[in-house]
């Protein structure tokens, strides 16, 4: 039937009494106008809603020769009405479908509002993979990255495939994922998004299971701290400190009532705790510095062997301990032990606190001067029997000869300066030179010992700069490095041999042809 031209006639020949023209507006068939509206691409939110601005404009552009003036006034009149009232509604619906969706239609028969597409969670959502195709989107389903998505407006379905501009390279990425897999099951419904969190909760579960079961094998295998300590208390046995120790160990040895066993004892055990930078500071605000030092004067060797034994660690590169000793008498005694008739051994800790006590301290090496520790040291190589100290007090004077070259080299502070003016009041290469040390130092080459040849020769190769004119004139020297250039040669040879193309031999060969040719140089 054409709807158009009855309302036309009723319009205007007025042949349908008891119905006003609203009232006919009112009664169209919704169906007819989504056709009207589908045919126009205009969207409609109602059959009501647009049922009467597009029935009165149909009905004036198909039947105006047919309408009165007054008729068409009217009609114009509710024309407006109806749009009007159509922009009042769409100010209160915020988004434009085909079908306006009532409140009640959106409640499930639970009385509860579904969650939408948008608030589903993540990963819930299953991946959804486009072909060139048009495919329809199902809710819950995620859209891959550069896929061409769009909207059907025949059936208000979501509709997606791969962008076209894309084919050639989706086909060569779709193939490379393939082959990447292999045959790994890929499809989206192998696993649904529940059964992955359970897998991922039992994961957890199993991880939490494994650690407890670590945590009671160690628990098994070691008691806890707290339960040790109530066994010791048990026992009598307490938990000391260094500190402590240090302590028991003073009182010991400074005990009247210890005997010589015991005192000996007691410094064998210190000499190990203060050689902690530390510990050795506290050994000193508890007096035992002092004691040991007064340890020194025993006639009983073995506690003067141990009693400097203790200070030469305590004395290592701490400075705060050094200047204690050095106030507290410590070199003078180092001194008289060295110059005075004692056992090796005596002597041997005495030389290595005397080492510990000098080194990086330019006021001690001064008060050493001074005291005549050089001439000390010199008689050494006097006495019977003290072979094994020979190369030790070389190594010292090597030692405190080069930690004065390197500092006076080293860039220059407000610090620095103040210790290179502590070290120039040190004059001890000039008492080396004027006390013969070139030649003491020199003979020590003919020692069979490769280290002690080592050692000897870097001794030789620092006082080269004050002892050439001596070392020149002294044939003896000459006929012993030709002997030891001879020697290493042959050992240099054998290890290049033997593939060792830089060995020790090679470098001790290098030493000596160096020092001859300062030697012939003028």
Same mark, same amino acid.
């Given at each position: 039937?054409?709807?158009?031209?009855?309302?036309?006639?009723?319009?205007?020949?007025?042949?349908?009494?008891?119905?006003?023209?609203?009232?006919?507006?009112?009664?169209?068939?919704?169906?007819?106008?989504?056709?009207?509206?589908?045919?126009?691409?205009?969207?409609?939110?109602?059959?009501?809603?647009?049922?009467?601005?597009?029935?009165?404009?149909?009905?004036?552009?198909?039947?105006?020769?047919?309408?009165?003036?007054?008729?068409?006034?009217?009609?114009?009149?509710?024309?407006?009405?109806?749009?009007?009232?159509?922009?009042? %509604?769409?100010?209160?619906?915020?988004?434009?479908?085909?079908?306006?969706?009532?409140?009640?239609?959106?409640?499930?028969?639970?009385?509860? &509002?579904?969650?939408?597409?948008?608030?589903?969670?993540?990963?819930?959502?299953?991946?959804?993979?486009?072909?060139?195709?048009?495919?329809?989107?199902?809710?819950?389903?995620?859209?891959?990255?550069?896929?061409?998505?769009?909207?059907?407006?025949?059936?208000?379905?979501?509709?997606?495939?791969?962008?076209?501009?894309?084919?050639?390279?989706?086909?060569?990425?779709?193939?490379?994922?393939?082959?990447?897999?292999?045959?790994?099951? $890929?499809?989206?419904?192998?696993?649904?998004?529940?059964?992955?969190?359970?897998?991922?909760?039992?994961?957890?579960?199993?991880?939490?299971?494994?650690?407890?079961?670590?945590?009671?094998?160690?628990?098994?295998?070691?008691?806890?701290?707290?339960?040790?300590?109530?066994?010791?208390?048990?026992?009598?046995?307490?938990?000391?400190?260094?500190?402590?120790?240090?302590?028991?160990?003073?009182?010991?040895?400074?005990?009247?009532?210890?005997?010589?066993?015991?005192?000996?004892?007691?410094?064998?055990?210190?000499?190990?705790?203060?050689?902690?930078?530390?510990?050795?500071?506290?050994?000193?605000?508890?007096?035992?510095?002092? %004691?040991?030092?007064?340890?020194?004067?025993?006639?009983?060797?073995?506690?003067?062997?141990?009693?400097?034994?203790?200070?030469?660690?305590?004395?290592?590169?701490?400075?705060?301990?050094?200047?204690?000793? $050095?106030?507290?008498?410590?070199?003078?005694?180092?001194?008289?032990?060295?110059?005075?008739?004692?056992? %090796?051994?005596?002597?041997?800790?005495?030389?290595?606190?005397?080492?510990?006590?000098?080194?990086?301290?330019?006021?001690?090496?001064?008060?050493?001067?001074?005291?005549?520790?050089?001439?000390?040291?010199?008689?050494?190589?006097?006495?019977?029997?003290?072979?094994?100290?020979?190369?030790?007090?070389?190594?010292?004077?090597?030692?405190?000869?080069?930690?004065?070259?390197?500092?006076?080299?080293?860039?220059?502070?407000?610090?620095?300066?103040?210790?290179?003016?502590?070290?120039?009041?040190?004059?001890?290469?000039?008492?080396?030179? &004027?006390?013969?040390?070139?030649?003491?130092?020199?003979?020590?080459?003919?020692?069979?010992?490769?280290?002690?040849?080592?050692?000897?020769?870097?001794?030789?190769?620092?006082?080269?700069?004050?002892?050439?004119?001596?070392?020149?004139?002294?044939?003896?020297?000459?006929?012993?490095?030709?002997?030891?250039?001879?020697?290493?040669?042959?050992?240099?040879?054998?290890?290049?041999?033997?593939?060792?193309?830089?060995?020790?031999?090679?470098?001790? %060969?290098?030493?000596?042809?160096?020092?001859?040719?300062?030697?012939?140089?003028?």
């Amino acid at each position: 039937m054409n709807y158009t031209l009855e309302i036309c006639k009723l319009m205007e020949m007025g042949s349908c009494p008891g119905y006003k023209t609203e009232e006919l507006v009112m009664r169209c068939p919704a169906h007819f106008f989504r056709r009207k509206a589908a045919w126009l691409e205009i969207p409609v939110s109602g059959g009501l809603i647009w049922c009467m601005p597009f029935l009165m404009l149909m009905a004036m552009s198909h039947c105006s020769a047919l309408l009165s003036t007054a008729a068409k006034v009217n009609l114009l009149v509710l024309v407006v009405s109806a749009v009007f009232s159509w922009s009042s %509604l769409s100010d209160r619906v915020p988004e434009f479908a085909l079908t306006k969706i009532e409140e009640s239609d959106i409640k499930d028969d639970s009385g509860k &509002e579904p969650v939408t597409e948008d608030e589903a969670d993540p990963e819930d959502l299953e991946v959804f993979y486009p072909t060139h195709q048009w495919q329809t989107l199902h809710p819950g389903q995620a859209v891959p990255a550069g896929s061409h998505v769009r909207l059907n407006l025949q059936t208000g379905e979501r509709e997606a495939k791969l962008s076209d501009s894309e084919n050639g390279k989706s086909d060569r990425r779709e193939e490379k994922r393939r082959k990447r897999l292999g045959k790994m099951d $890929i499809d989206s419904n192998s696993f649904t998004s529940q059964e992955l969190k359970k897998a991922l909760a039992k994961m957890k579960e199993n991880e939490k299971t494994e650690r407890m079961a670590r945590e009671e094998e160690v628990r098994k295998k070691f008691r806890p701290i707290e339960q040790l300590k109530e066994e010791f208390e048990k026992l009598n046995v307490k938990l000391e400190t260094d500190y402590e120790i240090m302590v028991k160990l003073i009182g010991k040895f400074n005990s009247s009532a210890s005997t010589l066993d015991e005192k000996v004892a007691a410094l064998y055990d210190l000499e190990y705790y203060v050689h902690q930078v530390d510990n050795a500071k506290d050994f000193l605000s508890l007096g035992g510095l002092q %004691l040991v030092i007064n340890g020194l004067n025993s006639t009983e060797a073995i506690l003067k062997e141990h009693a400097a034994f203790v200070l030469g660690a305590a004395l290592s590169s701490n400075p705060k301990v050094q200047v204690e000793a $050095i106030e507290g008498g410590a070199l003078q005694k180092f001194l008289v032990i060295l110059a005075t008739e004692q056992p %090796l051994a005596v002597k041997k800790k005495a030389l290595f606190a005397l080492s510990s006590m000098l080194r990086h301290f330019p006021y001690a090496q001064q008060q050493f001067l001074k005291l005549g520790g050089l001439q000390v040291l010199r008689n050494l190589f006097r006495e019977k029997g003290m072979e094994a100290l020979y190369i030790r007090v070389v190594t010292l004077l090597y030692d405190l000869i080069m930690e004065k070259m390197l500092l006076e080299d080293s860039p220059n502070g407000d610090q620095m300066e103040e210790k290179i003016q502590q070290y120039r009041q040190v004059k001890l290469v000039p008492a080396v030179v &004027e006390q013969d040390w070139c030649v003491i130092v020199s003979n020590l080459l003919a020692m069979p010992e490769h280290d002690t040849r080592e050692k000897v020769l870097k001794t030789v190769s620092v006082l080269m700069a004050f002892c050439k004119e001596r070392y020149q004139g002294d044939q003896s020297l000459g006929t012993m490095l030709s002997l030891l250039r001879s020697e290493y040669e042959e050992l240099a040879a054998e290890e290049q041999r033997e593939g060792d193309k830089d060995g020790y031999f090679k470098e001790l %060969l290098g030493s000596v042809n160096t020092i001859i040719q300062e030697l012939r140089s003028k």
